[in-house]
Antibody, heavy 122, light 107 residues
Framework: QVQLQESGPGLVKPSETLSLTCTVS??????????WSWIRQPPGKGLEFIGH???????KYNPALKSRVTISVDTSKNQLSLKLTAVTAADTAVYYCARRTVAGIIDAFDIWGQGTMVTVSS | DIQMTQSPSSLSASVGDRVTITCRASQGISNWLAWYQQKPGRAPKLLIY???SLQSGVPSRFSGSGSGTDFTLTISSLQPEDFATYYC?????????FGQGTKLEIK
């Protein structure tokens, strides 16, 4: 079955860029019914949608983060990536990659990675 | 942004109880609503999509209903593994938003 695995530094300094990768196994990022997403969860808090990308490279970002976020996809490696610039302590969170399936009546995040904790601190 | 408001924020119940969690959207979203279960230290798990459709592999004691702005998640007979935090989420309007969560605890 499809599995997602996030990877990247667990500690980022303030004002620097957070970079994460999500590797997709058991399936292809090039499948047409899926958007590949990043979602984050600050410690003890709720879930925030960051943005998503289609295999074609078309992406869309949460306006609250749009000026700092870039999501890219590498179909040859079956990976997606997240870059978040100018980070502050408020960006400390568990970052999840998730597959959003849009087909017929389903429109939901049906597969999630295990998440990776990123702490912003000097 | 569409605001999703869940109630209650926390709930204590016993094994075997019937439990209902409510989610209200700040504007109409038809039946475009999903429910997720999250256990401590784990990623969320999709339970229900399109307000009332059960995700494959999810026990039938979970059910969802509603449309427009008001939705409910019901667990018909709580099992020990159901104690977790539950989130609603709307995929109707960008940016997609989640409720603040309902923590279901053992009484």
């Amino acid at each position: 079955q499809v599995q997602l695995q996030e990877s990247g530094p667990g500690l980022v300094k303030p004002s620097e860029t957070l970079s994460l990768t999500c590797t997709v196994s058991g399936g292809s990022v090039s499948s047409g019914s899926h958007y590949w997403s990043w979602i984050r969860q600050p410690p003890g808090k709720g879930l925030e949608f960051i943005g998503h990308i289609y295999y074609s490279g078309s992406s869309k970002y949460n306006p609250a983060l749009k000026s700092r976020v870039t999501i890219s996809v590498d179909t040859s490696k079956n990976q997606l990536s997240l870059k978040l610039t100018a980070v502050t302590a408020a960006d400390t969170a568990v970052y999840y990659c998730a597959r959003r399936t849009v087909a017929g009546i389903i429109d939901a995040f049906d597969i999630w990675g295990q998440g990776t904790m990123v702490t912003v601190s000097s | 942004d569409i605001q999703m408001t869940q109630s209650p924020s926390s709930l204590s119940a016993s094994v075997g109880d019937r439990v209902t969690i409510t989610c209200r959207a700040s504007q109409g979203i038809s039946n475009w609503l999903a429910w997720y279960q999250q256990k401590p230290g784990r990623a969320p798990k999709l339970l229900i999509y399109a307000a009332s459709s059960l995700q494959s592999g999810v026990p039938s004691r979970f059910s969802g209903s509603g449309s427009g702005t008001d939705f409910t998640l019901t667990i018909s007979s709580l099992q020990p593994e159901d104690f977790a935090t539950y989130y609603c989420q709307q995929p109707n309007s960008f940016p997609y938003t989640f409720g603040q969560g309902t923590k279901l605890e053992i009484k």
